[in-house]
């Protein structure tokens, strides 16, 4: 009974749940970005190139013969993966300066006053030292 006790307590945290939450809506942003990437900022690229789509580019290694498919190195899909890439980490970029920017307006607590023990020991240190 108590491993299923224990599974309860650690599936419930609140730590696995928002990772969870956190990893789906990770999963959206990314089908998102995707779409905006190969939808809207690549064909433009693609146009001002002349028309290259580069999923498109590979370099060909052995051509197809009869049933066996070519052996491709699909380079395009690279680059076009690296361009994902770099705007969702620019857009993950934002949105942590933009949290951040919210925690900085916050101001830190002052630090709790020390316990009348530790300031006279501070004192008779200080007395101490001026003696030597």
Do not use: C, W
């Not at 928002?18 to 998102?32: E, L, R, S, T, Y």
């Not at 290694?61 to 994902?84: H, R, W």
Request: aromatic share 6%; glycine share 8%.
């Amino acid at each position: 009974m108590s491993v299923v006790k224990e599974f309860k307590e650690f599936a419930v945290k609140g730590n696995v749940v928002d990772m969870a939450v956190g990893i789906i809506i990770g999963a959206a942003f990314g089908k998102i970005v995707s779409s905006i990437v190969g939808d809207v900022i690549m064909p433009p690229i693609g146009l001002i190139l002349g028309g290259v789509d580069f999923t498109d580019l590979a370099i060909t290694l052995k051509a197809a013969s009869g049933d066996k498919p070519a052996v491709l190195i699909s380079y395009g899909k690279f680059i076009q993966t690296m361009i994902d890439f770099t705007i969702i980490a620019f857009a993950i970029f934002l949105l942590v300066k933009g949290i951040n920017s919210l925690k900085r307006t916050e101001k830190p607590a002052p630090p709790p006053e020390p316990p009348r023990q530790e300031k006279l020991l501070a004192e008779i240190r200080d007395i101490l030292k001026a003696k030597q």
